[in-house]
């Protein structure tokens, strides 16, 4: 199963809205959704894996392995296309 997981901070303003895409497209499409915070040590690491500048990011993983897919807030067509 693809297990998306998005890298956010507190304080950043277009966060939640990556949060709110992911969790509505998850009513429809089977995946996990994790979120990490980018100061925590997962997401420290996250961060320094994929070189990682701005968030929210988007880091999926499936059959292929795990990549970054997505630095800021995808549009719902991009989103969906990854989790169908």
Same mark, same amino acid.
Request: cysteine-free; proline content about 0%; hydrophobic content about 35%.
């Given at each position: 199963m693809k297990k998306i997981i998005l890298?956010?901070?507190e304080t950043c303003p277009f966060c939640p809205m990556a949060?709110?895409?992911w969790k509505k497209l998850q009513k429809d499409y089977k995946f996990e959704f994790e979120e990490v915070n980018a100061y925590s #040590?997962?997401?420290r690491k996250l961060i320094e894996k994929y070189e990682i500048r701005a968030v929210p990011a988007t880091?999926?993983?499936d059959e292929k392995g795990e990549r970054l897919a997505f630095v800021g807030v995808p549009? #719902? #067509?991009e989103?969906?296309?990854e989790v169908m």
């Open positions: 890298v956010t901070t949060k709110i895409l #040590e997962k997401g880091i999926i993983q549009s #719902e #067509e989103a969906k296309k």
